[in-house]
């Protein structure tokens, strides 16, 4: 049944709306909007769009609707423009009535909106979702960990003196000195370094076509200490370790935040990949004195307007601005 304050849905209308005469492509909807998005993209698409199914599957009358996700996303393609907005909106309270993160709930309202556009592209509805984000909160932990807590973790890696602290500190040194995300880290094949001019060609998040990037010298020692200890054979350029210290496959997002995780750890502090990403671009707007179109070009932010968060996160312009409004006694 609709929770409290949803829009309230007819199950009779989806069931009164005839089937679509469908061609082989449009018979797969979700196949052809996951069509040249890279892994994770896609990965994280079909969770949003599962979670929708999951949604359907609660409400009374839709139950036949849930039985996957390609067939609950045709739903919105089947309604009238204003039950399917009304069964969005539905989608959206519940997704808040859940708690979840406001960046999360838009998220997934995006996955909703981008089918049924591409739906509306294919000739299948007329409709389009105009069922809005909700609003958002600043970017959380731009600052990091900040220089000491780079320092720290980079030293606590470096104890270690067999081929896992050898590819740690080359995996710190990548999440800070050239703040690559994790997901760009463990796509890394060996081949994409550059032993010669010590460039590393990373696939940047929504990209198709890698990049080149160059190394600082103290960055590119660590990659070359690890592939010392990895040995030259193709394949992941970050691999498991077993007791032995051989590879055992390519190493994952996941195993790349439980390894920044205990690093933390070990030095008293809770981290997350992501956070190396934030002290770099931080100590990068500091040492540019606020160059944020130059610290755009070396973090691949699309959108300039997220390094003015973190400039105003690092140098707490509003704070300064209050200061100058306040009267002191």
């Known amino acids: ?31 052809a909007f996951y069509g040249g998005r890279s892994a994770n993209t896609v990965k994280a698409y079909q969770r949003d769009h599962e979670d929708f199914r999951s949604f359907l599957a609660r409400q009374d009358g839709l139950e036949g609707w849930s039985d996957s996700a390609e067939r609950a996303a045709r739903l919105l393609l089947t ?22 993160r406001p960046a999360t709930v838009n998220r997934r309202l995006a996955a909703l909106r ?16 105009e069922v809005g984000n909700v609003e958002a909160a600043a970017y959380r932990d731009t600052r990091g960990p900040g220089r000491d807590g780079v320092r720290a973790v980079m030293a606590k890696a470096s104890a270690r003196a067999d081929a896992k602290g050898a590819r740690d500190v080359a995996i710190v040194r990548l999440l800070h000195d050239v703040a690559l995300r994790r997901g760009e880290v463990v796509s890394l094949d060996l081949e994409h370094y550059d032993g010669a001019t010590g460039a590393l060609f990373i696939l940047g998040k ?4 890698r990049e080149a990037i160059s190394l600082p010298a ?38 790349v935040r439980l390894l920044v995780r205990a690093l933390g750890e070990g030095v008293g502090l809770t981290l997350r990949p992501h956070g190396f990403r934030h002290a770099a671009i931080t100590t990068a707007l500091d040492r540019s004195n606020g160059n944020v179109r130059a610290v755009q070009r070396f973090s691949r932010h699309r959108d300039v307007r997220t390094l003015q968060t973190y400039d105003d996160n690092r140098a707490d312009l509003g704070g300064q601005m209050a200061v100058l409004v306040v009267d002191e006694d």
């Open 114 to 129: 981008s089918v049924v556009a591409l739906g509306k592209t294919l000739g299948l509805t007329a409709c389009s979702l």
């Open 1 to 31: 049944m609709p929770s409290d304050g949803e829009a309230p849905m007819d199950g009779a209308v989806a069931r009164a709306v005839p089937a679509l005469a469908l061609d082989r492509l449009q018979e797969r909807l979700l196949e």
């Open 218 to 255: 103290v960055t590119r020692r660590a990659v070359e200490a690890w592939i010392a200890a990895r040995g030259d054979r193709p394949g992941p350029l970050f691999h498991r370790l077993d007791q032995a210290g051989s590879g055992e496959g390519r190493l994952t997002g996941e195993a």
């Open 79 to 100: 309604l009238p423009p204003g039950a399917a907005n009304a069964l969005a909106l539905g989608y959206r309270n519940d997704l808040i009535r859940r708690g979840l």
């Open 206 to 209: 929504g990209r198709r076509d």
